[in-house]
């Protein structure tokens, strides 16, 4: 963020969390008594009205987050995120233009649905995550404790990776969850994996790190794997950072 001075005194920032916690708390007498403190902050340092109508209907408002200083993209109403949803696996026909890949990848997160460990999470009475385990359901507690809208998380990712292995078979990879405010992917990982197959797991795991780092590098997307619940890089990046932009 460029330098930018407060509207009420001589101070200058260049980070959007500290100009808005600033104005919440510095100037808090100025706030209008309608609007929370920070998002009418935000509003004034990206000179916009406070509140911004969902991308899919453009007709009702959508969260902010006084966590990541963000809106979300879409509103609460399920059509909405259907809508947004059906539109991300559009493009992707419209990249690889292959029907029998999109069979593949309709098989595959089928697999995952029906999976053994796979369960709901129940985030609120509107919204259901389908989630494999504990670690998973830890990240999504995470998300709650720091003010996160559930119309802003897909479980899984609704993208779908391919990649090669190293005998050219093509191999798919949906990443655990996708952010959509920041157009993010994020992979939950455990560390401690004594599986039989590690070796063979970890070259795998190469491969599709080093696709992800192909198409972030193409398509500023953002790729982040969480390993162990250790949520710090996270936080730093993409929670307390301005590595968003405000927009
Ligand atoms: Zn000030
Ligand atoms: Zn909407």
Redesign the pocket.
Same mark, same amino acid.
């Given at each position: 963020m460029r330098n930018t001075r /407060?509207p009420? /005194?001589t101070?200058i920032f260049n980070d959007k969390h500290k100009f808005c916690n $600033?104005i919440a708390n510095? $100037?808090n007498d100025q706030v209008p008594e309608e609007y929370e403190p920070l998002e009418w902050a935000y509003s004034l340092l990206v000179h916009k009205p406070v509140g911004r109508l969902c991308t899919e209907c453009r007709k009702n408002y959508v969260h902010f987050n006084k966590e990541t200083l963000k809106y979300c993209r879409i509103c609460d109403d399920p059509a909405c995120r259907e809508s947004y949803v059906k539109k991300v696996k559009a493009r992707m026909v419209n990249v690889y233009g292959k029907e029998h890949l999109l069979n593949d990848a309709d098989m595959q997160r089928k697999m995952i649905y029906n999976h053994a460990n796979a369960r709901d999470y129940v985030w609120d009475e509107n919204h259901t995550f389908r989630i494999i385990g504990t670690y998973e359901e830890d990240f999504l507690n995470k998300l709650k404790s720091l003010g996160w809208s559930p119309n802003d998380i897909v479980a899984p990712s609704p993208n779908n990776y391919w990649y090669k292995w190293k005998d050219g078979s093509t191999h798919l990879y949906i990443p655990d969850f996708y952010i959509i405010s920041l157009n993010l992917e994020i992979e939950i990982k455990e560390s401690n994996n004594t599986h039989p197959r590690m070796v063979h797991n970890r070259e795998i795991e190469y491969l599709k790190d080093a696709r992800m780092r192909k198409e972030c590098d193409k398509t500023g997307l953002h790729y982040l794997k969480i390993v162990d619940k250790n949520y710090d890089e996270f936080i730093e990046l993409y929670v307390k950072s301005d590595n968003n932009q405000p927009e």
């Open positions: /407060c009420f /005194c101070m $600033h510095k $100037h």
